[in-house]
């Protein structure tokens, strides 16, 4: 069956431009998470969303970071006037979004690469 | 806080030799852990998870993890590497209660070599 798609694969924008990351997730799974994975790191939490609310928003560097998921199903990231320290790959990840949400698996999109010159 | 450990940037091991790597973790209450692997070019897998009851989880490819409260730590194992095994392994940690969010080491790169 179909995975996690992310689009686009790569995104190479400059400083001071807004970018939109869309992920579609498995069909049928309700959580979805964003992360921001750099050079040399392990995925840092962004943001989580349980239908079509985010439950847990934690993560998001600062207010220039912010997503939707208006229907529940695709989501979007959205960054404005990013910065060169925006620059990582995103990665989304669903799961079927049974409580607790803390210990499901999740399953994980090829990730969106933005390079911001 | 909350965080995980995985001291090793690289292991290295010989096709059919035994491998492990480690994972240590600090948390409040209870952990969730899991390890998951990331191929070149392709999205992260899940390959195993702990959340109560045996010590010794068996996973994916042969993979396996055993907890150990007294040392906090979460090492995967496998008793004869394969070619194939090489990437990017992470090892992650949640708790009940903190709802959705899973923190990731850093990461350790596994290379088997022929």
């Known amino acids: 069956g179909a995975g996690v798609s992310q689009t686009p694969s790569n995104k190479v924008t400059e400083k001071g431009k807004y970018v939109e990351l869309r992920c579609d997730p498995i069909?049928?799974?309700?959580?979805l998470y964003w992360y921001r994975q750099s050079l040399g790191q392990g995925p840092e939490f962004l943001i989580y969303?349980?239908?079509?609310?985010?439950?847990?928003d934690s993560g998001l560097p600062n207010d220039r970071f912010f997503a939707v998921r208006p229907e529940g199903s695709v989501s979007t990231l959205k960054i404005q006037r990013t910065e060169r320290g925006d620059s990582a790959v995103y990665l989304c990840?669903?799961?079927?979004?049974?409580?607790?949400?803390?210990?499901?698996?999740?399953?994980f999109g090829p990730g969106t690469r933005l390079t911001v010159l | 806080a909350q965080s995980v450990a995985q001291p090793e940037d690289q292991v290295n091991v010989a096709e059919g030799n035994p491998l492990t790597v480690k994972c240590t973790y600090s948390?409040?209450?209870?952990?969730?852990l899991f390890w998951y692997v990331q191929y070149p070019n392709r999205g992260l897998q899940f390959l195993l998870k702990?959340?109560?009851?045996?010590?010794l989880v068996k996973g994916s490819y042969g993979f396996e993890a055993e907890f150990n409260k007294s040392q906090t730590s979460f090492h995967l194992k496998k008793p004869s590497a394969l070619v194939s095994d090489s990437a990017l392994y992470f090892c992650?940690?949640?708790?009940?209660?903190?709802?959705?969010?899973?923190?990731f080491g850093s990461g350790t790169r596994l290379s088997i070599r022929p």
């Open positions: 990840a669903s799961s079927p979004g049974l409580a607790p949400s803390s210990y499901n698996e999740q399953f």
């Open positions: 069909s049928g799974h309700t959580a």
């Open positions: 969303f349980q239908g079509t609310g985010a439950a847990d």
């Open positions: 948390v409040s209450g209870n952990p969730y």
């Open positions: 702990y959340i109560t009851g045996d010590n």
């Open positions: 992650a940690v949640s708790f009940y209660s903190s709802a959705s969010k899973i923190i």
